[in-house]
């Protein structure tokens, strides 16, 4: 038989904790001069504005690529897969911050964020629909304002002083709020358009179509699936579990299965070659989970179902 190859061989993509990245645990702000951005795609734990001050790069957000000229924000919610290359003369502002320091009013898994109305938290909009928007303050005042807001939360974070906090959220807000103003239109109406569900509906079409191109594979596992479909694996099993009640490995051994009875009923082939050709590397482990599955043996399936009638 031909020799199997793994799945699974991609390289980890590394998620970043804010203790990894700052020495507070719930806001950072920080620039080139602070030590280079990643360099490569990866995921942090924590939301994450970049300003742009140039020269034009791009932001890879998922399976999307989206141009980042320069007066440009970049807005990354928790667990979501990014990168943004920095060419050697990049300048950038990097503002990192916890769930519970932008939304101390919100007690929801990150993961579903996207799910929350834009009513009960409209902080949300630029990060919900960074992968339909490009956010350019490309007007002097506007990024005036912009770079006003940067230089008096990077004093309020070097300080850390009684109350600091509390202004650090104002000054955030703040730079959310102008976002948005400036953005209302096309927020409002991505907002209330479903844009969000057709978009986890393709994340669910990509790890459907790579299942059925590796079904086959016994090394086919929920990381690889993720990888392909440009999502993190926790973010996977819970897309799934709301989209279809299944985990990845009941998802896989249902399609299993299902191949596994068409296999059976057309034609003779043995059962060691079918359970092959299903992902099983050994046939009594494929036999046992075809008898859970159907209550009866491969072997008597078959019989059952292609036997002629007295």
Known sequence: MPRRTRSDSAPPVPTFGMAQRSAQLDFDIRDKAD??????????EYFQIQINLGPETCHHLGAVVRRLPARALAFVLPHRLHWIPQPAQGHFVLVNFSQEFLLPHLSCDPLDLEDIALADALELAPFRFQEHLDFVLS????????????????????????????????????LIGLVCNRYQQPLQHLG????QRLGRRDALGRVQKYI???????????????????????????LLRKETGLSFT???????MRLACTQLLQGDKAISHIAW??????????????????????????????????
């Open 35 to 44: 030590g280079p951005t990643a360099a490569g795609p990866h995921r942090h």
């Open 139 to 174: 007007d002097e005042a506007g990024f005036a304002a912009l770079m006003q807001l940067v230089a008096q939360m990077r004093t309020l974070a070097g300080q850390r002083e009684f109350g600091g906090a509390l202004q650090l959220r104002g000054c955030l807000l703040q």
């Open 192 to 195: 209330s358009s479903q844009v």
């Open 212 to 238: 059925r191109a590796h079904l086959s594979e016994p090394g086919l596992n929920l990381k690889s699936a993720a990888a392909a479909a440009f999502l993190s694996p926790n973010y996977l099993t819970h």
């Open 250 to 256: 009941d998802l896989v051994l249902e399609r299993r």
């Open 277 to 310: 050709a299903c992902g099983f590397a050994d046939e009594a482990y494929f036999s046992r989970c075809f008898r859970k599955a159907q209550g009866v043996s491969p072997s008597q399936f078959r019989k059952s179902r292609t036997a002629k009638p007295p």
